[in-house]
């Protein structure tokens, strides 16, 4: 069993929270949602989600993964200190983190993706390339510890490949 | 690979379509959506979804197995002939069906519930029972070739059995 940490804004793609979520919860992970404050966060599609935790509560060290959802949530939070802070602690420690669609927008406000390879939603494409990454027009891509996919048509290569890594960094 | 087939009508709860669909292509079967014409159908939360099929054009013995979302769909397709053909087809050959929150109504309409255990929303209980059928409350309940949910957040337990009965009957 893992411990896996979601970082949530308002208007996420609630696809992109909602599959992942239940998926790990499948495969018989504890998931913990954490969100600016403890208010409940809405997606973009209506569906709402009650955080666990909020930001400045999370202690990353006791997580073994890191999920980050797509849609506009990740703008209207990628310049959250605490956020920086949980996600530097993942890449630091090399634990395995998923991010799709708008996501890697807080991995580059983090500045954990120099030298990396990834993919993203094709329209923040020069900006991950302005971070000092190699962007890949493919469904998934898998870099060492991150795992990142375009858009929801994705989800399916998007998770196949996260559990894979998840299993294997869990033995 | 299966080949699986979605029954679905407009405002279906769009989790519990678009979970089991990209899970069954995480899991590497080819998944046929069928609707009432080639229109796009759209869900509850506004994700909307191009049929493969029509219901009348679909022949039930080219799939290994058949998920009926909920949401307000089933209401909606539950009268028609073609989608009680399909559905029976499944019941009469033993193969793994799956159904959650209202997707049971069509197994009402189709008339294959008598003597089975199930759950479904529970706003439809009473019409469960009177179908002939022992309703239980339970995140999901596996009975034969079927598998049954209540809500979304039952979806982790309701796909975990999906899968593992899948499997078996692949074997």
């Known amino acids: 069993m893992a411990r896996i940490l979601f970082l949530v804004g308002p208007d996420y793609e609630?696809?992109?929270?909602?599959?992942?979520?239940?998926?790990?919860?499948?495969e018989g992970h504890e998931t913990t949602v954490a969100a600016p404050s403890?208010?409940?966060?809405k997606g973009k599609h209506?569906?709402?989600?009650?955080?666990?935790?909020?930001?400045e509560e999370v202690d990353p060290a006791e997580y073994h993964a890191l999920i980050l959802p797509g849609?506009?949530?990740?703008?209207?939070?990628?310049n959250n200190e605490h956020v920086k802070r949980i996600v530097r602690h993942f890449f630091q420690q090399g634990k395995p983190v998923a991010a799709i669609c708008h996501g890697p927008q807080i991995l580059i406000s983090a500045g954990v993706l120099r030298g990396r390879?990834?993919?993203?939603y094709p329209?923040?494409?020069?900006?991950?390339?302005?971070a000092g990454a190699e962007w890949l027009d493919q469904p998934v891509v898998v870099d060492k510890n991150l795992v990142t996919a375009r858009?929801?048509?994705d989800i399916p290569a998007w998770m196949r490949e996260?559990?894979?890594l998840l299993r294997e960094a869990m033995q």
């Open 14 to 26: 609630d696809i992109e929270l909602l599959y992942p979520l239940y998926r790990m919860q499948e």
């Open 38 to 41: 403890h208010e409940p966060v």
């Open 46 to 55: 209506g569906y709402t989600v009650k955080p666990d935790k909020a930001f």
């Open 71 to 78: 849609g506009r949530g990740p703008e209207r939070i990628r």
């Open 117 to 120: 390879k990834l993919t993203s």
């Open 123 to 130: 329209g923040i494409k020069d900006d991950v390339v302005n």
């Open 151 to 153: 858009i929801p048509p």
């Open 162 to 164: 996260f559990v894979k």
